[in-house]
T-cell receptor
Framework: GENVEQHPSTLSVQEGDSAVIKCTYS??????FPWYKQELGKRPQLIID?????GEKKDQRIAVTLNKTAKHFSLHITETQPEDSAVYFC?????????????FGIGTKLQVIP | KAGVTQTPRYLIKTRGQQVTLSCSPI?????VSWYQQTPGQGLQFLFE???????NKGNFPGRFSGRQFSNSRSEMNVSTLELGDSALYLC?????????????FGQGTRLTVV
């Protein structure tokens, strides 16, 4: 089955700096890679996603890159703000018995220091 | 459009008891997935239901079971509770068809086993 590794597990950055979170996946058939943000005490919410036919996607201060050959994808947050502090999960979605199955990384706790 | 609703929000149970959690997906969504979230373990996949059928299953013991009703609402049952079952249980709903689709999470049920 799919295996998603995520690192670092914790990340502290100064406000205004950039943050990068990296994930690798094992199943070359995975074709959808969402990123979720979970603030303390709240539900995970999708912040950006990328499909396997795209190499990079941006949405304001966040961007995701995908390298299918190396089977890794990354989340980039620029000009970080205190409200970016949260746990971020990457995920890979691929076929499992003919149906879509999502596998999550272990999460990265991002702390933005004002 | 109402979001994903999980009930109850909080539960305290005693070891050996059983518990049933409920998840009402977004209207029109036919796929419901369940996850266990614990500190340091991230989001661990329990199972996924689509059109009343379990089509994916994670690596959890048989004490964890679920079902889905014709209106797509899903329940998860844990029998013979153990202290280690204390966790936040999240469900996520999506359209669930053959194409990839965003998953929306509920707020979760926080289960404490004492």
């Amino acid at each position: 089955g799919e295996n998603v590794e995520q690192h670092p597990s914790t990340l502290s950055v100064q406000e205004g700096d950039s943050a990068v979170i990296k994930c690798t996946y094992s199943d070359s058939a995975s074709n959808y890679f969402p990123w979720y943000k979970q603030e303390l005490g709240k539900r995970p919410q999708l912040i950006i996603d990328i499909r396997s036919n795209v190499g990079e996607k941006k949405d304001q201060r966040i961007a995701v890159t995908l390298n299918k050959t190396a089977k890794h994808f990354s989340l980039h947050i620029t000009e970080t703000q205190p409200e970016d502090s949260a746990v971020y999960f990457c995920a890979a979605k691929g076929r499992a018995g003919g149906y879509q199955k999502v596998t999550f990384g272990i999460g990265t706790k991002l702390q933005v220091i004002p | 459009k109402a979001g994903v609703t999980q009930t109850p929000r909080y539960l305290i149970k005693t070891r050996g008891q059983q518990v049933t959690l409920s998840c009402s997906p977004i209207s029109g969504h036919r796929s419901v997935s369940w996850y266990q979230q614990t500190p340091g373990q991230g989001l661990q996949f329990l199972f996924e239901y689509f059109s009343e059928t379990q089509r994916n299953k994670g690596n959890f013991p048989g004490r964890f079971s679920g079902r889905q009703f014709s209106n797509s609402r899903s329940e998860m049952n844990v029998s013979t509770l153990e202290l280690g079952d204390s966790a936040l249980y999240l469900c996520a709903s999506s359209l669930g068809g053959r194409t990839v689709a965003e998953a929306f999470f509920g707020q979760g049920t926080r289960l404490t086993v004492v």
